[in-house]
């Protein structure tokens, strides 16, 4: 293997064992609530509860990736001072969202809940769930800005190894408060707050024993100058943009599943787990690229910069045939994890050709993601998804009255298809030249 793949490797698997931690928590959190007294109520909770914080999760996620790229390409140039800053910039905005979710948490978690259906004991659970893990929320939107810039200075293990300690702390004090300390449901929820903080802390050790030797260059003046913090909210507000239209999309999906009955809803929410299964791994990939191309655009390392894009989406590709021909061919195997019913494993068979497409869709549209995120073309990011968006509804309003359910997959595989065509033709086909032209002329 050479020294390309290698670094590829280097970075892509932490952050797929880092993903993988995350079902593995809610399925701990699941179980535990599970033993609560109130049985059902309290696992429609979680649910409830964990779906609308990462919904705001989800949306502050645009802090991990825009400090990604920035911090790649200020180590890539040699330029430590700026590395600094950018972690003083990306924590400032860190603590600022978190300190308004905290003062507007009550509007906020009212509107959040109602949104959600369920039973009046399980939206009472679900509130006293959200009220409480709400303070964890400057650790948690702190430890975005904070991987980030980990991920930016080429290091993936250290998020993963913070990640593991996290979760394994979530679940030894969700299940000590709620068993030894009879918290109920809200004892999940303060396991969550402690796990964070001790993510926090677990981040600032690393970062003493591997960076304290940047402590020199903290310079809160100069960190928080107009130009690059404007810089840095210009990127970070494409990326927001980007990532609402990506949850409108998802969030519509369901939407839609459900007016075609509950058989085909939980058959579409099964193949969408697999689709989760695949965007997992693949992640890992577009995290390593958001790291090497913004270094070497830092650099202005043309010929790594290419050599790392052809691997990057060699390995993508990859991927995406393995996940085509396993969902295929081996799905019914893969669904049994999940113990549907007859009718609904009948009724995923019709779709299973679209969930298949779905992998070889999305190897280009993942993977530019992460070069483009390095290379800090936000824009270019932000316009495609718009377009791709308006595809998306287009083709399901279109056919939905002949097509049916077909319909939204259509819809679905098309706009993760439209992404991958735009991103390449708006960027011509990622030439390594012109990413660093662009990234210069920015800069």
Same mark, same amino acid.
């Given at each position: 293997?050479?020294?390309?793949?290698?670094?590829?490797?280097?970075?892509?698997?932490?952050?797929?064992?880092?993903?993988?931690t995350?079902?593995?928590?809610?399925?701990?959190?699941?179980?535990?609530?599970?033993?609560?007294?109130?049985?059902a109520?309290?696992?429609?909770?979680?649910?409830?509860?964990?779906?609308?914080?990462?919904?705001?999760?989800?949306?502050?996620?645009?802090?991990?990736?825009?400090?990604?790229?920035?911090?790649?390409?200020?180590?890539?140039?040699?330029?430590?001072?700026?590395?600094?800053?950018i972690?003083?910039?990306?924590?400032?905005?860190?603590?600022?969202?978190?300190?308004?979710?905290?003062?507007?948490?009550?509007?906020?978690?009212?509107?959040?809940?109602?949104?959600?259906?369920?039973?009046?004991?399980?939206?009472?659970?679900?509130?006293?769930?959200?009220?409480?893990?709400?303070?964890?929320?400057?650790?948690?939107?702190?430890?975005?800005?904070i991987?980030?810039?980990?991920?930016?200075?080429?290091?993936?293990?250290?998020?993963?190894?913070?990640?593991?300690?996290?979760?394994?702390?979530?679940?030894?004090?969700?299940?000590?408060?709620?068993?030894?300390?009879?918290?109920?449901?809200?004892?999940?929820?303060?396991?969550?707050?402690?796990?964070?903080?001790?993510?926090?802390?677990?981040?600032?050790?690393?970062w003493?024993?591997?960076?304290?030797r940047?402590?020199?260059?903290?310079?809160?003046?100069?960190?928080?100058?107009?130009?690059?913090?404007?810089?840095?909210?210009?990127?970070?507000?494409?990326?927001?943009?980007?990532?609402?239209c990506?949850?409108?999309?998802?969030?519509?999906?369901?939407?839609?599943?459900?007016?075609?009955?509950?058989?085909?809803?939980?058959?579409?929410?099964?193949?969408?787990?697999?689709?989760?299964?695949?965007?997992?791994?693949?992640?890992?990939?577009?995290?390593?690229?958001?790291?090497?191309?913004?270094?070497?655009?830092?650099?202005?390392?043309?010929?790594?910069?290419?050599?790392?894009?052809?691997?990057?989406?060699?390995?993508?590709?990859?991927?995406?045939?393995?996940?085509?021909?396993?969902?295929?061919?081996?799905?019914?195997?893969?669904?049994?994890?999940?113990?549907?019913?007859?009718?609904?494993?009948?009724?995923?068979?019709?779709? &299973?050709?679209?969930?298949? @497409?779905v992998? =070889? !869709?999305?190897?280009?549209?993942?993977? %530019?993601? +992460?070069? #483009? $995120?390095? *290379?800090?073309?936000?824009?270019?990011?932000?316009?495609?998804?718009?377009?791709?968006?308006?595809?998306?509804?287009?083709?399901?309003?279109?056919?939905?009255? &002949?097509?049916?359910?077909? @319909?939204?997959? =259509? !819809?679905?595989?098309?706009?993760?298809? %439209?992404? +991958?065509? #735009? $991103?390449? *033709?708006?960027?011509?086909?990622?030439?390594?030249?012109?990413?660093?032209?662009?990234?210069?002329?920015?800069?």
């Open positions: 293997m050479d020294r390309m793949n290698r670094s590829i490797l280097k970075l892509a698997v932490p952050n797929i064992i880092s993903n993988i995350i079902p593995l928590l809610g399925m701990a959190d699941t179980a535990i609530a599970g033993r609560l007294p109130e049985g109520a309290a696992i429609g909770a979680i649910g409830i509860g964990t779906t609308v914080f990462n919904m705001i999760y989800w949306m502050c996620g645009f802090l991990r990736m825009g400090t990604s790229g920035v911090t790649a390409q200020a180590y890539g140039a040699r330029d430590l001072r700026e590395c600094t800053r972690l003083v910039r990306s924590m400032a905005m860190a603590l600022l969202l978190s300190l308004l979710l905290l003062l507007f948490r009550h509007p906020a978690g009212r509107f959040a809940l109602g949104l959600m259906s369920g039973s009046e004991g399980a939206q009472a659970l679900a509130a006293e769930y959200f009220f409480a893990r709400i303070w964890a929320a400057p650790a948690s939107i702190s430890l975005f800005a991987h980030g810039w980990f991920i930016g200075m080429q290091n993936s293990r250290t998020p993963m190894v913070v990640s593991l300690v996290s979760n394994a702390v979530n679940i030894l004090f969700s299940a000590l408060f709620v068993f030894r300390c009879g918290m109920g449901i809200a004892g999940v929820a303060w396991g969550t707050v402690v796990a964070q903080y001790t993510g926090v802390a677990v981040s600032c050790i690393f003493a024993a591997g960076y304290g940047l402590a020199k260059y903290f310079d809160l003046r100069g960190s928080i100058r107009l130009k690059p913090m404007m810089r840095f909210f210009h990127i970070n507000k494409d990326i927001f943009l980007r990532t609402l990506l949850v409108a999309a998802f969030t519509f999906f369901t939407a839609a599943s459900s007016r075609f009955g509950d058989t085909v809803l939980a058959a579409n929410t099964l193949l969408m787990q697999l689709f989760t299964l695949f965007s997992y791994l693949s992640d890992g990939f577009a995290y390593a690229a958001e790291s090497l191309a913004g270094k070497y655009v830092g650099a202005g390392n043309r010929h790594s910069l290419r050599a790392a894009v052809v691997k990057l989406f060699g390995w993508s590709a990859g991927i995406a045939v393995v996940f085509a021909a396993a969902y295929l061919f081996a799905w019914p195997l893969i669904l049994s994890v999940f113990n549907p019913s007859d009718a609904v494993l009948d009724t995923a068979r019709r779709y &299973i050709g679209w969930m298949a @497409a992998p =070889l !869709a999305g190897c280009v549209p993942f993977l %530019a993601d +992460g070069v #483009l $995120l390095g *290379a800090t073309r936000t824009k270019v990011l932000r316009n495609t998804m718009f377009a791709a968006a308006a595809l998306y509804f287009i083709l399901y309003f279109s056919t939905v009255g &002949i097509l049916g359910n077909d @319909a939204l997959w =259509l !819809a679905f595989v098309g706009f993760i298809a %439209a992404r +991958g065509i #735009l $991103l390449l *033709a708006a960027t011509h086909n990622l030439d390594a030249g012109r990413l660093i032209a662009a990234a210069q002329e920015r800069s």
